[in-house]
């Protein structure tokens, strides 16, 4: 019964989101939508928007896209008028300019350093694909920012259950340089929306010991 009440408290909560818009820099957001928040980092097309749309229950929060590399600017979607998910555009895409990969590096780098109010970096890697340098090099920064991070593994319906346990136990040694920051592995796919209420739990979770 816990568990039935938990799950409804959570699409409850979820189900009331609004956008709140998109903007070019950290210093765009207008001071009146600043509140707790976490944020979904990840290498291009490693599934970011069909998570956010999975938890908050939407099929187009995010805009999802055949095209790697759409989300150029920092979206905000405001839950339950709590917390902010902001969702940043995605990084190493090898199809854009280099100028333009660099300018979305110093947009999420500006961003992830300068929110005071940032209580989260979920930082998505596809299972196929594993952590590559520039996940690394985003770790390394987050670290670096004294910010929480947690990892979310994308698209685990696409490997084998041995993949899996391979790709957490890698991750889990490589989180070994990063202790004072790295808090959780979370496992996903969006199909069967399998692992999502984990992470909305945590979003929730953050929005309630916010509570002043």
Do not use: W
């Not at 957001?29 to 976490?38: A, K, V, W």
């Not at 947690?150 to 340089?177: A, C, E, G, P, R």
């Amino acid at each position: 019964l816990k568990m039935a009440k938990t799950n409804k408290n959570l699409n409850n909560f979820f189900n009331t989101h609004k956008f709140l818009g998109s903007f070019k820099s950290y210093e765009d957001i207008p001071f009146s939508s600043i509140r707790n928040e976490c944020c979904f980092i990840g290498r291009s097309n490693v599934g970011k928007s069909s998570l956010i749309n999975a938890i908050t229950k939407t099929k187009k929060l995010a805009k999802t896209s055949k095209t790697p590399g759409r989300t150029q600017s920092i979206n905000i979607f405001e839950i339950s008028e709590k917390i902010n998910i902001i969702d940043l555009p995605g990084y190493g895409y090898a199809k854009v300019s280099k100028v333009m990969r660099n300018d979305l590096r110093v947009l999420i780098e500006n961003y992830i350093e300068n929110r005071e109010k940032l209580n989260q970096v979920f930082i998505l890697v596809d299972s196929k694909v594993g952590i590559k340098n520039s996940d690394i090099d985003m770790l390394d920064f987050i670290n670096s920012c004294s910010k929480k991070f947690s990892v979310i593994l994308t698209k685990i319906d696409k490997i084998s259950n041995s993949h899996i346990d391979f790709q957490k136990k890698s991750i889990s040694s490589l989180m070994k340089n990063y202790k004072k920051s790295f808090e959780d592995i979370y496992l996903s796919e969006t199909k069967k929306n399998s692992g999502i209420i984990d992470i909305q739990k945590k979003i929730y979770d953050m929005s309630e010991q916010n509570e002043i």
